[in-house]
């Protein structure tokens, strides 16, 4: 009988959804909560604005310090002779405020077909006719080195769930995957019709920006050649993501959009895969963007000025933007110790900065003209008039 009274009051025990008797689970930490008064509220306010201006002030005056160009190619596949390009289609930001870019010769483009592509890399075993813009434009002063070539797009869609998930990490670093796991990670371009392995498979890789941009060359003096680099553009940790890829020539294919490089669409002893440990461009492609306006990192050149002057860049046009309704930009831009062009960050910072001192000058004449006393009782509800009820509220009492 013990025994059984004793079994049924371990069931209860066991069923009690009470919590444990503890300083965190009964709530009794300690707590700190501050106690907002205009001697604390005021001075708070006020350093944060004397903080946040000069701040702000800073990174809009650094901002400014950066020289960039931008010029709008989308529409160059339309023009076999010169143009001149409309105002709208390039922007000049400049260091020199007083420089006027009305009185600046406006950037020209053209195109015609070619045989072989910019990247020496690439081959043309099914000779393609390539579409090649050439612009001329304008440096009207020196721009300072390191200068950064980006291509920007506009409309175009990284952010999406399926193609942010659509590539395969162990794939890029070189390794053989099983076909379910392809089928999982980079359907629908896991495998082509034939049933061969897409490598680099995925929408990401398939959709990479494959327009190349030429060294600049000088319009006046074509001895002269400013070359950038497409080395160092990738983040060190990126570079241990990609290797040589470990599959048999026979077992693999190139993406859809890449097929044309390669004889009837397949790899070959003379046009092998690329070896992704070296293409530090498909690992700038790679790292998606959250917006649909953004540009990303083409070339660099560490090492020297860009002279004022006329300048020449071709660029081999092979991604169509304007089947989507978008547009590819080509930028050059200088650089500070903070960065490139953002004025929008120290614009942020002055106005929170004058946002807090314009609060705390308004909180500081409405405490002197007149002051709340702390710790007084008589603004508690239920000590006002009517016990802090709208009068609405106690006229319908006072009847009932």
């Known amino acids: 009988m013990a025994k059984k009274?004793?079994?049924?009051?371990?069931?209860?025990?066991?069923?009690?959804?009470?919590?444990?008797?503890?300083?965190?689970?009964?709530?009794?930490?300690?707590?700190?909560?501050?106690?907002?008064?205009?001697?604390?509220?005021?001075?708070?306010?006020?350093?944060?604005?004397?903080?946040?201006?000069?701040?702000?002030?800073?990174?809009?005056?650094?901002?400014?310090?950066?020289?960039?160009?931008?010029i709008d190619y989308t529409y160059c596949q339309e023009y076999t002779e010169p143009v001149y390009l409309a105002p709208s289609l390039y922007d000049y930001q400049l260091s020199d405020k007083k420089f006027n870019i009305s009185t600046m010769q406006a950037p020209t483009y053209y195109y015609k077909n070619e045989s072989s592509f910019l990247d020496p890399t690439w081959g043309n075993p099914n000779n393609l006719s390539i579409p090649r813009c050439t612009i001329d434009f304008t440096i009207p002063q020196t721009m300072k080195g390191p200068i950064f070539m980006y291509y920007r797009l506009t409309e175009f869609y990284q952010n999406h769930r399926q193609y942010i998930k659509n590539f395969d990490a162990d794939q890029l670093f070189g390794d053989t995957v099983s076909d379910s796991t392809l089928h999982t990670s980079c359907d629908p371009l896991a495998f082509n019709d034939a049933g061969k392995v897409i490598f680099p498979c995925g929408l990401i890789a398939n959709s990479m920006f494959n327009d190349t941009a030429s060294d600049l060359i000088s319009v006046d003096n074509n001895s002269q050649i400013f070359a950038m680099s497409p080395h160092n553009i990738a983040w060190p940790s990126d570079k241990q993501k990609y290797g040589p890829t470990k599959y048999q020539i026979s077992q693999i294919a190139p993406p859809p959009n890449w097929a044309l490089r390669y004889p009837n669409g397949e790899y070959t002893e003379e046009y092998p895969p690329p070896?992704?440990?070296?293409?530090?461009?498909?690992?700038?492609?790679?790292?998606?963007?959250?917006?649909?306006?953004?540009?990303?990192?083409?070339?660099?050149?560490?090492?020297?000025?860009?002279?004022?002057?006329?300048?020449?860049?071709?660029?081999?046009?092979?991604?169509?933007?304007?089947?989507?309704?978008?547009?590819?930009?080509?930028?050059?831009?200088?650089?500070?110790?903070?960065?490139?062009?953002?004025?929008?960050?120290?614009?942020?910072?002055?106005?929170?900065?004058?946002?807090?001192?314009?609060?705390?000058?308004?909180f500081t004449v409405r405490h002197c003209i007149k002051p709340r006393k702390l710790g007084d009782e008589s603004y508690l509800s239920w000590n006002q008039p009517g016990g802090g009820l709208p009068s609405a509220k106690r006229k319908h009492l006072h009847k009932e």
């Open 275 to 362: 070896d992704l440990a070296t293409q530090e461009r498909f690992m700038v492609w790679m790292h998606v963007a959250a917006l649909s306006d953004f540009r990303k990192i083409w070339a660099r050149n560490d090492t020297s000025n860009l002279e004022s002057g006329r300048w020449r860049v071709s660029i081999d046009m092979n991604f169509n933007t304007a089947q989507y309704g978008g547009q590819k930009w080509i930028v050059l831009t200088t650089t500070t110790a903070m960065g490139g062009r953002n004025p929008y960050l120290g614009i942020a910072y002055l106005a929170i900065g004058a946002l807090c001192i314009l609060l705390g000058l308004l």
């Open 5 to 70: 009274e004793k079994d049924e009051q371990s069931e209860e025990v066991k069923k009690s959804r009470k919590p444990q008797d503890g300083p965190f689970r009964q709530q009794r930490l300690p707590a700190w909560q501050p106690v907002l008064t205009p001697r604390t509220v005021l001075p708070t306010l006020f350093i944060l604005g004397v903080l946040f201006c000069p701040a702000g002030g800073l990174l809009w005056w650094n901002s400014n310090k950066v020289d960039q160009i931008m």
